[in-house]
């Protein structure tokens, strides 16, 4: 890969604490950052109750193992918006070599009628 296709991410994680016997939302924990590949996607669905939806965000692509292991509900910075990770990410792998990692993130959602 050419060094100019990648993007600087930066990655996240909500974090919560205890308050009053309740759990109260605090500053999120920056996880650090990455250089990945980063590709605009949209994609419609349908909601449980039966709303239709089109959701917008990014497919993050990196070569190789990260020191950072992402998760459903991470936070990543990209092109200067926080979005979420809402998908599980998928690890590539060639036998018992890691190839790379693929994470999905989203921005809110856009109603239709």
């Known amino acids: 890969m050419i060094p100019r296709d990648y993007?600087?991410?930066?990655?996240?994680?909500?974090?919560?604490?205890?308050e009053q016997g309740r759990l109260v939302e605090s500053d999120p924990v920056m996880l650090g950052t990455l250089a990945m590949i980063v590709q605009p996607v949209s994609m419609d669905?349908?909601?449980d109750t039966g709303r239709s939806v089109t959701v917008t965000g990014y497919d993050l692509y990196v070569r190789g193992d990260t020191p950072i292991r992402a998760r459903t509900g991470d936070m990543v910075d990209?092109?200067?918006e926080t979005l979420v990770i809402t998908q599980t990410p998928a690890a590539w792998r060639r036998g018992e070599r890691m190839v790379g990692w693929h994470w999905h993130c989203e921005r809110r959602e856009e109603r239709h009628g």
């Open 45 to 47: 669905r349908q909601t």
């Open 7 to 18: 993007e600087t991410i930066a990655v996240s994680r909500p974090s919560t604490r205890m």
């Open 78 to 80: 990209v092109r200067g």
